[in-house]
């Protein structure tokens, strides 16, 4: 074997690895059927409540008229909500990797009768955004499950517009959690809040603020560096 070779074979096993740092909180992603479940828990009536969605909806600078792109949407729980906010002169693009969620919103799309929304599938590398068209990009629960983040950071920062903001809200990884155990968080959330400042920041992102929105889970809002 030639140390080219040798090179290029370390080079694609490195990518193999770099592939799975969100493999397990993506195993529950991994089937049709798993997917089918994952609809339901994504749409549950006390989700709401729980989660006091409709408060940390209100608590993000999303402006009316605005372009708001909710990456990792799922089954667009978040989009009635984006909705309230950016009202009939804004709009909102429900971005997903799988065909079979980005489905379920093109149907209830369709049976809303939404005409600023809009479904996108993406895939792991790429949200398949037009370049500087996005006020405001937004994951919930969406930033430990990326297999390629700093791909993923770098589409988004050229998809915002100039002064756009992106939120990353998620769980934290040493805090308890009322639906996990310690282990099950430390297999299923990757970074920190620290380290997920780090990571982000490592892109043309600067971080203006942050806050806990639930005992465990935090918001951080960033602005793209001009």
Not at 70 to 87: K, N, R, T
Request: charged share 25%.
């Amino acid at each position: 074997m030639t140390r080219m070779t040798a090179l290029l074979l370390l080079a694609a096993w490195v990518e193999e690895v770099s592939a799975q740092v969100a493999f397990k909180a993506n195993q529950e992603y991994r089937t049709a059927q798993a997917r089918e479940r994952a609809v339901t828990e994504m749409l549950h009536p006390v989700r709401p409540q729980v989660e006091r969605t409709a408060d940390l909806v209100r608590s993000l600078s999303v402006k009316p008229g605005s372009v708001v792109a909710d990456i990792g949407s799922g089954a667009g729980y978040l989009i009635p909500y984006l909705l309230a906010e950016v009202g009939p002169a804004g709009s909102v693009i429900a971005v997903d990797i799988h065909a079979d969620f980005v489905a379920v919103i093109s149907r209830t799309i369709a049976g809303q009768g939404w005409n600023n929304v809009r479904a996108v599938r993406a895939t792991e590398r790429d949200p398949r955004l037009t370049g500087a068209s996005v006020d405001t990009a937004i994951m919930l629960d969406t930033y430990h499950h990326l297999n390629y983040p700093l791909d993923v950071l770098d589409k988004l920062c050229a998809a915002l517009k100039p002064g756009g903001r992106m939120y990353v809200v998620d769980y934290y990884r040493s805090r308890k959690h009322p639906g996990a155990s310690d282990a099950d968080l430390r297999s299923h959330i990757r970074l920190d809040r620290a380290e997920v400042i780090r990571e982000v920041e490592a892109k043309p992102f600067r971080l203006i603020r942050g806050w806990d929105h639930l005992p465990h889970e935090y918001v951080l809002e960033f602005v793209r560096r001009d």
